[in-house]
């Protein structure tokens, strides 16, 4: 999972992007990367680290131009290690063209496998963002039959991108001397959003991940890139939109409500904070079922994605609310922290239990989700040596049982704590007295409270329903032994795949 962001403005915007690539850093803390242009000239600087480390007052005076884009990196395909893979790409044909993505190509090999026998282009890293900027080159350059672009073109290109490329994808991107590209894929499961700030000198816009980063850097949220849709705005500022997809339909990534983006976000119409409010009343009705109301003496959040659902819980509840963790905003996310080792190691350096809070209580935790069970697991450790008498656990969302292929790290099921696992089996092997997981329609329907027009999501790691269609057991099991992971031979038969109902009307 990454952040992006584009701009097109009248005055310098290494600055914008800088403080707009800050408002994105939970979405990615492996690398950072800015590109700019200033007339036909593109300047970029890109590196391992936050942003806060990558980017020196000498980086930024190399930097000038009023049009440009930036990354925050989430490693998923490809290497962490390698410096060549952080973003955004560049090639210098057709037109010249900088590049930035979130999200997770589920075709790269075989679209990589193409761009060398056909379409004689070469990938340089094995970064499915870099074969995804290759196809949107050449499909550039065969839609402009080697003369200047247009509008028509650049439009036509990125409808044959879609129809080429598979998987979760949110782009933006440079073609020198004509201005910003920005599209989404046709099932819009990585979200886009769209700003603009009516100046002295004109109408600037900004592109995004999320809403906060328009907001925080003075813009006005307009709308969110539909699902298939690109938007181009040229060098002088004018803008246009179209709908580039066959039966475009959209199915946003439910783990954004749950845990990636800002509370303070809004996506395809969804208040996050709100919809994180919504799972924490649907939870508290799960745990009223579950558990003896009476043996729970207090309820305190994992910080800081649970807390909205926690406090609701607690509220709906009528149980005493705590604020138990204490949490060092100076370690970084474990969730997309590469490495286990890293990740279990960062989770006693993130957060430290009160014991006045715990010694002698029967204590509900609560967070947003369990995904390998490392942190959890030392979450109740923490709350025993600090004095609970009682340990539960509930989590906001379902028990994670699939691997997840549109850009979130979590591709193996042996890394999966609920894979293969009862509810039981699960509070067993994370040391809780008892564990209660959210509902999958429970969850669905805390987003859908905020807008009832979303009819669909992408709950593909709960469910297994793959709503690219493309997705099977063997390109699981091929995933898997691409990362060095031994298959489980028992998964064979174990595990169900849906191909997904959008994707077979599109078929």
Known sequence: MCGIVGVVSNAPVN?????????????????????????????????????????????????????GIGQVRYPTAGSSSSAEEAQPFYVNAPFGITFATNGNLTNWESLREELFRIDRRHINTNSDSEVLLNVLAHELQQSSNGVSLDEDAIFRAVSAVHRRAKGAYAVVAQISGYGLLAFRDPFGIRPLCIGKLETDTGTEWMVASESVT??????????????GEAIFIDINGRFSARQCAINPQLNPCIFEYVYFARPDSLMDGVSVYGSRLRMGEYLADKVATNLRLGDIDVVMPIPDSARPAAMQLAARLNLDYREGFIKNRYVGRTFIMPGQAVRKKSVRQKLNAMGVEFKGKNVLIVDDSIVRGTTSGEIVDMARAAGANKVFFASAAPP????????????????????????????????????????????????????????????????????????????????????????????????????????????
């Open 400 to 507: 994670v049982r699939f691997p997840n292929v549109y850009g979130i790290d979590m591709p193996t099921r042996r890394e999966l704590i609920a894979y293969g696992r009862t509810d039981e089996e699960i509070a067993k092997v994370i040391g809780a007295d008892a564990l209660v997981y959210q509902d999958i329609g429970a969850m669905q329907q805390a987003v859908r409270d905020m807008n009832p027009r979303l009819e669909r999501f992408d709950v593909s790691c709960f469910d297994g329903n793959y709503v690219t269609g493309d997705v099977t057991t063997e390109y699981l099991d091929h995933v898997e032994r691409s990362r060095g992971a031994r298959t489980d031979k028992d998964a064979e038969g174990g595990l169900r795949i849906n191909m997904g109902h959008a994707a077979t009307e599109e078929a």
């Open 214 to 227: 328009l907001e925080g850097m003075g813009f006005q949220l307009v709308r969110d890139v539909e699902p």
């Open 15 to 67: 600055q914008l992007l800088y403080d707009s690539l800050l408002l994105l850093q939970h979405r990615g803390q492996d690398a950072a990367g800015i590109a700019t242009s200033q007339g036909n000239m593109f300047n970029m600087y890109k590196a391992h680290g936050l942003v806060r480390d990558v980017f020196r007052t000498r980086n930024m005076r190399s930097l000038p131009g009023s049009v």
